[in-house]
């Protein structure tokens, strides 16, 4: 296992796939790195890989106001994706972009052991917990492995397509809180104040 500093390192210059070549930045990935909850989504998008960071277009300030609702957010979760650099148009990441990437996702899960993963939309979920999950049968609810809760539900950009899709991804957002309280994780508000 890599420290954060060779971890980052590494990823930054990475050349393992084609995405390389048409990346304006690595998105490595933000927020506390001791963190209890990670999110984690299939890969960037275009103001994504022009700033650098998860989350940061339409669908990351859909995915901010989703955390808020469960006093979450970038202050005490960890975001990341499955693969680092844009793919061309948005597309899904390639079976084998996956395969090259997947390896800086588990050495950060290794770095932070969260105590829950949530997957945002059906890529990551068949990456992380099932080759099968259906997201439309299964999101909200929960798998365990190696001591991590894990879940999925509706990634923002397909609930920005589908508004009829919020009301679900609003209980599946709760069954997380119920999932923080019943675990008894210590999660802090911006200012420092436990709010779990």
Avoid at 36 to 47: A, N, R, T
Avoid at 81 to 90: A, D, E, F, L, T
Avoid at 131 to 152: C, L, N, S, V, Y
Wanted: glycine fraction near 8%; charge should be neutral; hydrophobic fraction near 35%.
């Amino acid at each position: 296992m890599l420290s954060w500093e060779e971890l980052e390192k590494n990823c930054m210059e990475c050349r393992n796939c084609q995405l390389c070549q048409t990346r304006t930045n690595v998105v490595f990935g933000v927020g506390p790195r001791d963190a209890d909850i990670m999110f984690i989504g299939e890969g960037p998008g275009e103001q994504e890989d022009l700033q650098g960071e998860p989350f940061v277009g339409a669908a990351g300030k859909l995915l901010d106001d989703m955390m808020s609702i469960i006093d979450l957010g970038r202050h005490n979760s960890y975001i990341a994706n499955i693969v680092k650099c844009r793919p061309p148009h948005n597309r899904d990441p390639e079976p084998e972009e996956q395969d090259a990437c997947i390896g800086y996702l588990r050495n950060q899960v290794a770095l932070i052991k969260p105590k829950i993963i949530v997957c945002l939309g059906r890529v990551a979920a068949k990456r992380i917990i099932d080759p099968e999950f259906r997201i439309t049968k299964q999101h909200g609810t929960w798998d365990q492995r190696g001591g991590i809760w894990m879940t999925a539900i509706y990634h923002p950009s397909a609930l920005l397509r589908d508004a009829s899709k919020r009301p679900e991804t609003f209980d599946d957002l709760i069954f997380i809180r119920k999932k923080i309280r019943e675990l008894k994780l210590r999660i802090l508000d911006a200012d420092g104040n436990r709010v779990y």
